[in-house]
């Protein structure tokens, strides 16, 4: 039976081996999804395809920038915060930061098909492949992001790795104090989560229904104002949540007498730089995933009533 690049896809999927095992597994087992599963297992992928059905939650996001003008930010998860803290698990980690800042790939799919920095040999799946067999739990690489700008990208990791933040700037003077003000609004986004940069990003669809309901909100509290007064009251409201979920308008957090715009312009006058904020990027650990039952005694107990 010919073998398809669908179906080898499909039992990477299945297994988490390697592309080329599983073209050889299939190979060896005539296009068979169910023997060239236990040819995987046999041939020393068992750890990883016992480990495909569990949720890895843990784990640590890190970062690292090359020369003030090229950064990547990884999130790779594990099983339990135990392995998150582990020497080889961080290595790998720092080992896929390093692969994340030399690729060119636009997508997880293209990142994870890419030969493998230390291993030319091995694709960045392969390796995942093979540290999940050595560590025991299931690890799971979930996103990268790079940037590459003419100013300047700072990196913040808090909580040794529980949230990790770049900060992109336009800036035609990069020292000390240009670094040390960017690493202060990458603290700013780790502890305040801002949504958008600046209020140019917030999408009109976003706006529209924050309007909706602002609206029913003000009827429903002020039944008998008239609907100019009651559209005063949106925008101020409106305006107030701006100041909440964009970073520059935000009341900066080591000086609430001025917004991240205002210190960010502050700093920019003092060192003769046109300084501007362009982005950021945040990941939180574990952030949108379901986590795994931590009550041993109640999942022994559904087991046995099973």
């Known amino acids: 039976m010919a073998v398809t690049a669908k179906m080898v896809k499909e039992l990477r999927e299945m297994t988490g081996a390697g592309m080329m095992d599983c073209k050889k597994a299939l190979n060896e087992t005539d296009g068979n999804m169910d023997e060239a599963v236990e040819y995987l297992r046999k041939n020393g992928e068992a750890k990883a395809v016992k480990k495909a059905g569990r949720i890895a939650a843990e784990g640590i996001v890190m ?13 790779v998860n594990s099983e339990t915060d135990f392995v998150a803290k582990n020497a080889e698990f961080q290595g790998f980690v720092k080992a896929v930061v390093n692969q994340a800042i030399a690729s060119d790939s636009a997508d997880m799919e293209g990142f994870m098909a890419e030969a493998w920095n230390e291993d030319a040999s091995k694709t960045v799946q392969d390796a995942l492949t093979e540290k999940i067999s050595v560590i025991g739990e299931k690890l799971n690489i979930r996103r990268f992001e790079k940037v590459v700008t003419d100013g300047c990208v700072v990196s913040y990791i808090h909580g040794g790795g529980r949230i990790g933040v770049l ?4 800036t035609d003077v990069i020292n000390d104090e240009i670094r040390v003000c960017l690493k202060n609004v990458a603290m700013q986004v780790a502890a305040m989560s801002p949504k958008y940069t600046s209020r140019d ?18 009827k429903q509290e002020n039944p008998n104002k008239p609907d100019n007064i009651i559209e005063k009251m949106i925008i101020g409201r409106l305006n107030k949540e701006m100041k909440e979920i964009c970073l520059l308008d935000q009341a900066y957090v080591q000086d609430s007498d001025l917004t991240v715009a205002k210190y960010v312009e502050k700093v920019g006058k003092e060192n003769g730089a046109n300084l501007s904020v362009k982005r950021f990027v945040r990941f939180e650990t574990g952030e949108g995933l379901e986590k795994k039952n931590e009550d041993f005694a109640a999942e022994v107990a559904a087991q046995m009533n099973a």
Do not use: G, M, R, S
């Open 201 to 218: 990003e917030v999408d009109q669809d976003f706006l529209e229904h924050e309007k909706e309901i602002l609206l029913a909100q003000a």
């Open 167 to 170: 900060v992109e700037a336009d």
């Open 63 to 75: 970062a690292d920038v090359k020369d003030d003008k090229t950064a990547a930010i990884v999130e």
